[in-house]
């Protein structure tokens, strides 16, 4: 089992320096299912095809700079952060070298690591991906592991994944670049995803959210309430507090592949 200590990930990839020269060396490790180089190749190639823009920041561009509370003057940093990022990470890369871009992260999911789960349940657009190809060996894998890999990474406390669920068992299907693909609605599981993301909203927020969800628990039967219970002490278990606010949606700078690859693999 190849370590992933913080100096054995630095000798398999440098933040610092352009993905292009270190992906011959990625792509080797990651033929051997080495578990962190597989990881930082999906998210890697997913960061640059996606584009810089992925901000929305427009806003701001013309705002008094002395006008802005903290919040905003934040965004405009870790836009700034990221864009700077993107420029070094994707220089050199041309359309080849995201030929293998959908194989590395159903790979990484395959492998246990919680938010590639959730990337591949999730799949955003991204140019160069072969996913458009019903037929492909990706969008067969797609279809059969979506939901079970949404259901992993929301046990595994992901807040990405804890939105999806409460959305998907709300209205019946999940959404991503694949399209839509049905499941089976499940009050009990939305409703106890929803309660573990209350508990990282506002006061206010979380006031509002509660309502809904005693509302809602009402309605249940005790076999629903009782199923409800479990399903939200697996989503809040004790010591997966540290995550952002699911609310917040996403953090373009948690994208970078040795942010995104150093939280653990697998829901052990």
């Known amino acids: 089992e190849p370590a992933h200590t913080v100096q054995q990930r630095a000798l398999i990839y440098d933040p ?7 992906l011959k060396f990625l792509r080797g490790l990651s033929d051997r299912h080495d578990p962190y180089a597989t990881c930082v190749l999906a998210f890697a190639l997913d960061l640059c095809a ?14 008094d700079p002395a006008s802005l509370d903290q919040k ?17 990470t994707c220089a050199g890369l041309d359309q080849s070298s995201f030929a293998d871009m959908d194989r590395r992260l ?16 999730l799949l955003p657009f991204r140019p160069g991906s072969n996913s458009e190809d019903p037929k492909s060996e990706f969008a067969l894998a797609y279809r059969e ?20 669920i ?10 991503s670049a694949m399209g839509t693909l049905e499941v089976e609605k499940d009050q009990a599981k939305s409703i106890a995803a929803y309660l573990a993301m209350s508990r990282y909203a506002g006061i206010d927020d979380r006031k509002i959210m509660e309502q809904t969800i005693e509302r809602e628990v009402a309605q ?13 002490s697996l989503y809040s278990s004790p010591g997966r507090n540290n995550a952002t606010d699911p609310e917040q949606g996403e953090r373009v700078i948690d994208d970078f592949p040795e942010k995104a690859c150093e939280a653990r693999f697998g829901t052990e």
Not at 107 to 113: C, E, I, K, P, Y
Not at 221 to 227: F, G, L, P, T, Y
């Open 16 to 22: 610092g320096s352009p993905l292009s020269p270190q």
């Open 50 to 63: 996606r584009g810089p823009d992925r901000m929305i920041v427009d806003d701001y561009a013309h705002a």
């Open 72 to 88: 905003s003057i934040n965004r405009m940093a870790e836009n700034f952060e990221f864009r700077e990022r993107y420029a070094n």
């Open 106 to 121: 159903l790979q990484s999911a395959r492998l246990g690591h919680v938010a590639s789960m959730t990337r591949f349940a």
């Open 145 to 164: 592991n979506a939901e079970a890999m949404l259901n992993r990474a929301a046990e595994a406390g992901d807040p990405e994944a804890l939105r999806a």
């Open 166 to 175: 409460h959305n998907a068992y709300s209205n019946g299907y999940i959404t």
């Open 220 to 232: 249940m039967s005790s076999a629903e309430v009782s199923r409800f219970s479990r399903l939200e």
